[in-house]
């Protein structure tokens, strides 16, 4: 990498602070802009188009989408620092997708590490491996989605087969990142026993791999649908109760993970 590397350019829609979610302690999430996936059920659909877009928010026009370079986005981020030090926290890359920004998502997490931060990935890992693995040397925590083990039923509800994601979730578990298996809950797609079963199957196969998340669905992303002038394919499923949730863990906690409900 560039020894200019903080001058690295890349495209965001939002940074959020203070977030107790995907990762440990207290964390900055910075959200990169663009995603391969279509998933039917996203809760960001301005993340899905790389490029800049128009979204109606509260009956007013909201641009989504700025160009920054590293060193502007680490401006925010060591804004809250002593929270970071006190807390064990850090700075989590969601989307979207990261690794579609690999040399801007690489910079950035290499100039958290160079703070000291403890640095993660909130990803789908649809990409090639070589985006991934530029991450890898500055990457402490991979959260990885694996959505569905059924390639036909993945690309039927998010656009993309699954076969490169679970390729890249066995290269990832070979290196020294810790890695831990997500799963968002989608009734009519795989919010049977069966289905996380196997997906929970799967991830005890990944050496070092030992907790997996559930993450039940919500409809929060439906105004954001109206907002770009789409339509949310969603609206009449119900979110699963939390006794369907309690079944669901007990399922992953037979496969000999430590599971948990929600990030
Ligand atoms: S992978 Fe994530 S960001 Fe991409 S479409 Fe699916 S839910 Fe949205």
């Known amino acids: 990498m560039e020894e200019n590397y ?3 350019k890349g495209r965001i829609f939002n940074i959020q602070k203070f977030s107790i979610h995907d990762g440990p302690g207290i964390r900055t ?4 802009k663009g995603c391969l996936l279509r998933c039917r059920w996203c809760c960001n659909p301005e993340s899905q188009e790389f490029g800049i877009q128009t979204m109606m928010e509260n009956g007013k026009p909201k641009v989504v989408g700025r160009d920054v370079t590293v060193d502007e986005v680490m401006e925010e981020i060591v804004k809250d620092m002593p929270y970071y030090r006190r807390s064990g926290g850090g700075v989590t890359l969601s989307g ?3 690794l579609l920004q690999p ?7 290499r100039a958290c590490q160079d703070y000291g931060l ?3 990935i909130e990803s789908t890992a649809c990409a090639k491996w070589e985006s991934v693995e530029q991450l890898l040397p500055y990457l402490d925590l991979y959260l990885m989605d694996i ?4 390639s036909a039923k993945h690309k039927a509800f998010t656009g993309q087969p699954n076969e490169r994601i679970l390729e890249n979730a066995r290269k990832v578990a070979q290196s020294h990142t810790e890695l831990i298996i997500r799963t968002p809950v989608i009734p009519t797609f795989n919010d049977t026993k069966e289905e996380i079963a196997g997906i929970a199957a799967f991830a005890k196969t990944l050496p070092g ?3 997996m998340h559930i993450l039940p669905y919500h409809r929060l992303g439906q105004d954001k ?4 002038g789409r339509t949310y394919e969603m609206a009449h499923i119900e979110p699963p109760s939390q006794e369907h949730m309690e079944e669901l863990l007990a399922a992953v906690n037979a496969a000999g993970l430590k599971g948990q409900i929600g990030g």
């Open 96 to 98: 979207g997708e990261s």
């Open 225 to 228: 649908y109206t907002g770009l």
């Open 209 to 211: 791999v030992r907790q």
């Open 29 to 32: 999430i910075v959200f990169l």
């Open 6 to 8: 903080r001058q690295t």
């Open 118 to 120: 403890h640095t993660a």
């Open 103 to 109: 040399e801007f998502a690489a910079a950035l997490l």
């Open 147 to 150: 959505k569905h083990m059924d």
